[in-house]
């Protein structure tokens, strides 16, 4: 399947290049790129006086041209740009040379940080660690136990680009029958995608974590013990949809805190008190989400 999606884009690509010679001028504000002849999925802008290469042939009853911007084919509406002809002469406008054009004009995609923004809701769980598998033990609870988590990010994805970046906060939390903890953490990730169309995305990620509140609570006794933590996450995801308003998505990570302030955590038995270290927390992650473009 893959090496088929792969050989039609490079057969488009080939067969508009073959075709394409105009060069045209965005004569609008800022003209929308879309990924469809039906204009239902705008990925990007180009800026006013931005150069770029149009297909020969109109589409969409003579109102839309096929357009070439980093390497991917999308479609331009004709009210928003001025074609250069064959004598590289603008079409109703003024004569302009190559020279003039290459420098003055720049064939780029613009990425405007106010647009192509999502935000993301995640529910999951996420293994403990030895760490926590230890006090566990300690206190007669259950090992090997997942906590859950909830995530907020908010990505921006620039258009004609494979990769993003996105902030947001999770609220993790445990309860057993003796122990407990709660833990709210600020999250910045990076996104790379291998794979990337209109229909799904195969998505590579990695980023930092980090909270001045994870507490572990001891029920039965006035025991809270207050920590802090950086730590890091990666991991890759599955999305539908990814270009369109709704998305979904299911992924498989892992994330690691490295715990500070959590060195002596007092235990009570029937011999005294026994101190618990918790250096680090976490381990493998699974989750599901959607996304919404705003």
Partial sequence: MRQL???????????????????????????????????????GYVRNGRRIKVGEVPRKRGTILPVVVSGRIGYIQIKDIAIFDNDNQLIDGPQITEHTVEGTFKEEDEDDISQNNHVLVQGGIMAVGDDWNKLAELVGDEQNVSA???????????????FSYAFGASFYSLEQAQLQMKTLSLD?????????????????????TGSADFRVILKGVSGEFKGSYLGYKFGGQFSLFPKSRLGFMAG????????SGLNEIQIPNTEGNVLGTLTTFGGVNLYGGMSYRF
Avoid at 148 to 162: C, D, G, T, V
Avoid at 252 to 259: A, E, H, L, Y
């Fill in 5 to 43: 999606v792969t050989f039609g884009f490079l057969f488009l690509f080939i067969s508009f290049n073959a075709h394409a010679s105009k060069w045209a001028i965005v004569k609008s504000t800022r003209a929308v790129i879309y990924s469809d002849m039906k204009l239902e999925s705008a990925i």
């Fill in 148 to 162: 859950k988590y909830l995530s907020i990010l908010f990505e921006h994805r620039a258009p004609f680009k494979n």
């Fill in 188 to 208: 910045g990730l990076i996104f790379w995608r291998p794979i990337y169309n209109n229909i799904f995305s195969v998505d590579l990620y990695g980023g930092f």
């Fill in 252 to 259: 498989v990570g892992f994330t690691q805190f490295n715990m």
